[in-house]
């Protein structure tokens, strides 16, 4: 799968503008590869485990098309986990969303090496950068997208995600994770989560949520509130999970 970086050019672009312009600097790229390919030693040894999919599959039978949501601050386990579960599991293809920054292109590489697409987003890029989730939204099965980032606040939904959804007719499926051991990053707004080798990790995924094609703006509110409260329900979820197998 590729990374795909957004062009500088104006509102007007057409499709070719979206693609492939920028050049993703040596330094970042070697940074992010690095990073993917210690934690894809980690991956192996994890102790894997997953709950919800069996009403992901129901949907996927009637061809519906899915945007993970989740915590920005999961996004480690949770990108090795969703292309364990879609591409590698179920043979489908899923993107991801970063911020076009040095952070974000190593986030891409990460993304790569585990086979998922990565569409990185320009700041402040708002009509454009939408338009550029739309694109790329319609070339995959599955979008993957931290409803709280790139910069917060932690745990509070974002409009984004549900916007895409109600346009393009994608289900929100909430999503999180936990681990028995790991490292949490608390000088990051995030409280980034990095799973230790052997560890056992958990993905909880919940009832996909229809979002209605003409979405009001009181009905947003709703939704981000309710998305927030199952994915935080969702990581409890998923701690049980390993607690029934008997770590914690």
Known sequence: MS????STTAAGTNHQDLQLTAPVPFTAKCLGWLFASILKLFFITWRKSCTGFERIDEYRDNQAKMILCFWHGKYVPIFALCAWQWVQQRGETAVAF???SPRGIVIGEICRQFGLSCVQLPDNGRKHSFRLMQEAMQRHSTGVIAVDGPLGPKGV???GAIRIASELGYLLVPASVWSSHKSVMHKRWDDMEIPWPCCHTALAVGEPVQIPESVAKADIRTIMQHLA??????EDNARQLVAKHGID
Not at 3 to 6: A, L, V, W
Not at 229 to 234: A, F, G, H, R, T
């Open 157 to 159: 939904v974002k409009q």
């Open 229 to 234: 409260e199952q994915i935080n329900q969702l």
């Open 98 to 100: 970063t911020s076009w």
């Open 3 to 6: 990374s795909e970086q957004p």
